[in-house]
């Protein structure tokens, strides 16, 4: 009698979907605020307004921003006060939410960007039909340091595309300049309209990335808004402590 070896099946695991808390998001906001004032010497934001000409918008919103570090999505968190009355969603990789699981009660969905990411899309595009909604996404897919050239993903196109959807470019940037502790840099552009290629969405991006460049140098801050009041770093706390006289808070 012979067996018959059967391959054991492998169960799919479901993909992630959102269960957001409005308190806890809000919760979470305010700790993000915090940590990042901790790590940070500062956020420093331009173009701001174009957030908040987007978020008056009834057009649902996808956002796409650079990805080049494990700050961004907390960098991300501390806009959603620019977008009053969105309901705000994040895409994310499905092997990392799947360990940070109670990231989905802030909004974040899976999605298998290492198979096959159209389970997650379709999600994303049910919750762009929600009123006022929004998604955040990364257009890059993965990781990228900051001074690789960027490239852009068809996934969020296609998604605004399919709900007539704005498309709105945001993009980071961390620096050390004259403190002790680094600096991260937002640039927000206008938004598009969705039927555009995605060499132009990545020229945009890439485009606002770069002209934060020329601006880095404390003399030129009072072109951004700051995100919250700088707090001292080891270089002030020590001019403070030699010191009679104030201090320079630009370091010139």
């Known amino acids: 009698m012979f067996r018959i070896l059967r391959k054991k099946r492998v169960k799919k695991r479901a993909m992630i979907k959102a269960r957001k808390i409005r308190w806890l998001e809000r919760l979470f906001v305010w700790e993000v605020r915090r940590v990042v004032q901790r790590r940070f010497y500062g956020v420093f934001a331009r173009g701001l307004a ?9 057009r649902p919103l996808v956002i796409c921003t650079n990805h080049t570090n494990w700050w961004d999505g907390f960098i991300a968190a501390l806009l959603i006060p620019h977008f009053p009355g969105r309901r705000l969603y994040l895409a994310q990789s499905e092997e990392l939410l799947a360990l940070y699981w109670p990231l989905r009660w802030l909004g974040a969905f899976g999605l298998d960007i290492h198979g096959s990411p159209l389970a997650g899309m379709r999600y994303a595009l049910r919750l762009l039909g929600e009123p006022r909604a929004g998604v955040w ?9 900051q001074w690789v050239p960027m490239e852009v993903k068809p996934g969020a196109l296609w998604l605004a595309c399919q709900s007539g959807a704005l498309v709105l470019p945001v993009v980071f940037r961390y620096e050390w300049m004259v403190e002790s502790r680094p600096s991260v840099f937002i640039h927000c552009g206008p938004a598009l309209e969705p039927h555009l290629p995605d060499e132009e969405l990545r ?14 140098s404390p003399a030129n801050l009072g072109a951004y808004h700051p995100l919250f009041a700088p707090r001292m ?17 630009r370091n010139e």
């Open 233 to 249: 770093s080891m270089n002030k706390v020590w001019e403070r402590l030699t010191r009679r006289g104030p201090i320079n808070p």
């Open 50 to 58: 174009h957030l908040t000409q987007a978020a008056a918008s009834e």
């Open 137 to 145: 996404i990364f257009p890059q897919g993965v990781l990228v340091p």
């Open 203 to 216: 020229r945009v991006m890439q485009g606002l990335f770069d002209d934060i460049g020329p601006t880095l």
